[in-house]
């Protein structure tokens, strides 16, 4: 037994020391392809669920790597924010966002995800007020996302983060509402503008007992608080018709629309505006 236990852990050393490799691979890659510009912006749209007219998207960073294809989020954020490379990543996909959105028709709002890592940073809110200058972009048209991480790792900090981006003008959602441990407190101590309503609970509806009574609590929450809400991850006409009929102020999902680089999502704007 005790030979098994030392094999074991052998095992595990050798299996860590490859993930601890892997992990640096891809850290050095990603240095590199931020120096070479390979990153790039989609856009989903969100809409008002009755006219289904646009109001809005959200910006999703993906990787355009030279050997790889295509690659999303989920592979190289973690990495990302645990190297700090999100910090000038992160300024990257700001600025990028905003001098897009400026050029697009009309005045849709622009969702920004912001990372906890970059909430650290003091250069946050001079730096989005940097990007918004630079290209153009009323305040009111950007919107950042914040996670409920930014929130559990330094309240304090949190809050005159929230603040001090809040007086730039722009509006600030909870992503992934419902998902984490308190976040009814959230409402009550920091000033969001508006709650997504995570995809799993969207999922629920019709799906499992009690799935739309989630939905409907957190809408009647938002509207209480006076706070719009924004369904994201709708995949099907029921899911949409449940949302409709609760008064969901936004929805998101690829039932409606999925994820386009910036050209498909300006041809999908003139189609959608005509
Ligand atoms: P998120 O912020 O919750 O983004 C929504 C994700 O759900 C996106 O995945 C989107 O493509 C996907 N989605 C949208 N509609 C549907 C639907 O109807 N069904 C399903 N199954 N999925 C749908 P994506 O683009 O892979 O992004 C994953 C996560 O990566 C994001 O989750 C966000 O946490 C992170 N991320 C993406 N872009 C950025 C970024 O620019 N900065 C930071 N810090 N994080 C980002
Ligand atoms: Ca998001
Ligand atoms: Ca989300
Ligand atoms: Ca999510």
């Known amino acids: ?36 510009d390979e990153f790039f912006l989609e856009y989903q749209p969100r809409f008002e669920p009755r006219s289904l007219s646009v109001v809005g998207a959200e910006a999703l960073v993906r990787w355009a790597h030279p050997e ?13 924010e645990s190297s700090g490379l999100i910090l000038p990543l992160g300024e990257w996909i700001m600025r990028t966002a905003c001098m897009q959105a400026a050029s697009w028709d009309g005045d849709l709002r622009v969702s920004v995800n ?16 940097d990007a918004l200058a630079q290209a153009g972009l009323p305040a009111d048209r950007l919107e950042i996302e914040v996670t409920e991480g930014v929130l559990l790792e330094d309240p304090e900090r949190a809050q005159v ?13 909870i992503d992934d509402f419902g998902t984490g441990y ?4 959230y409402l ?10 995570d995809r799993q609970f969207v999922s629920d509806i019709g799906e499992r007992e009690g799935g739309r009574a989630i939905v409907q609590a957190i809408l009647g929450l938002g509207n209480a ?20 009929n609760d008064q969901c102020r936004e929805v998101q999902g690829y039932l409606l ?3 386009m680089a910036l050209p498909q999502f300006a041809e999908f704007l003139v189609r959608a505006q005509q």
């Open 225 to 244: 608080m006076g706070i719009a809400v924004t369904a994201e991850g709708v995949e099907n006409a029921g899911q949409l018709a449940s949302l409709i």
């Open 257 to 259: 629309a999925r994820p």
């Open 188 to 197: 009550r101590n920091y000033p969001f503008d508006m709650i997504k309503i």
């Open 161 to 173: 983060m929230l603040r001090e981006l809040k007086e730039l003008g722009v509006s600030l959602a």
């Open 114 to 129: 912001v990372s906890p890592v970059q909430f650290r940073d003091r250069n946050l809110t001079a730096i989005v007020a």
């Open 1 to 36: 037994a005790k030979q098994g236990g030392r094999g074991t852990f052998q095992f595990y050393a050798s299996e860590m020391n490859e993930r601890v490799a892997a992990h640096r691979r891809l850290v050095d890659e990603l240095r590199r392809g931020i120096a070479a």
């Open 68 to 80: 790889k294809g295509r690659m999303a989020p989920c592979a190289f954020i973690p990495a990302a």
């Open 182 to 185: 308190a976040s009814l407190s």
